[in-house]
């Protein structure tokens, strides 16, 4: 099921100190993966990997982890 938001609109990304650069030197495909992620995110929805980040109260805080022959990202 797809929860777009109702304009149709990607809501903007905002990113924070390096985490642009982090995302970039990411492998190829990990860096597909958390794209995705956030492309659904940016529409209102949400990547069937995504899970509540503890720690954040009720900020809705999520964190997607992909797994890669070169580690955990």
């Known amino acids: ?7 149709g609109q990607e809501k ?3 990113w924070i100190g390096s985490s642009y650069r982090d995302l970039m030197v990411l492998p190829p ?5 958390f794209g995705y992620a956030l492309s659904l995110a940016q529409m209102g929805d949400r990547d069937d990997a995504a899970k509540v980040l503890k720690g954040f109260g ?9 797994d890669d022959v070169g580690g955990t990202y």
């Open 1 to 7: 099921m797809y929860n777009f938001n109702m304009t």
């Open 58 to 66: 009720g900020a809705g805080v999520l964190e997607v982890v992909e």
């Open 12 to 14: 903007p990304l905002e």
């Open 29 to 33: 495909g990990v860096r597909r993966r």
